[in-house]
């Protein structure tokens, strides 16, 4: 630990002989990091892909579908996006009205940037909480 420098995530966009030492530092078996709570944001994602030189999966997921409903490909380096939908899901996006979310809404730009709230089903979602008959997901 007393190797590891605070500064490092800096060094690296400095110094590309840095990149890979924060592996190192964690043991140097790191091949794949795996985000899943949702986007990340663009300068931590290369940031972090720099410093530890492996490649990064985004996926967004729940409790309720037993981990991620979305994934990215590994070969994906793009950035704000949470990938597409697995194999064994539907997905719906259901417009908000009350908060202007509508699967139509665009950006600034006029491309194409919907919005609302995500509805899953398939065999990957659970349909009731444990030990709560008749209490549905």
């Known amino acids: 630990m007393e190797d590891f420098d605070p ?15 924060l592996n190192i530092w964690l043991g140097g ?6 985000n899943s709570g949702g986007a990340v944001n663009p300068a931590v994602r290369s940031t972090l892909r720099k410093a ?3 490649p990064m999966i985004v996926s967004y997921g729940c409790n309720e579908t037993c981990g991620p409903a979305t994934m990215t490909y590994v070969t994906d ?7 597409g939908i697995g194999v064994q899901f539907d997905m719906k996006l259901i417009d908000i009205p009350e908060m202007s979310f509508s699967s139509l809404n665009k950006n600034s730009q006029g491309f194409s940037q919907p919005q609302g709230e ?3 089903r398939g065999p990957g979602v659970v ?4 030990k709560s008959v008749g209490r549905s997901v």
């Open 77 to 83: 380096v793009r950035s704000g996006h949470v990938g």
């Open 29 to 34: 078996k790191i091949r794949l990091m795996i």
């Open 52 to 54: 530890i030189g492996a």
């Open 127 to 130: 349909k009731q909480y444990f």
């Open 7 to 21: 500064n490092l995530l800096s060094q690296i966009k400095q110094q590309p002989e840095a990149r890979g030492q």
């Open 118 to 120: 995500i509805c899953l």
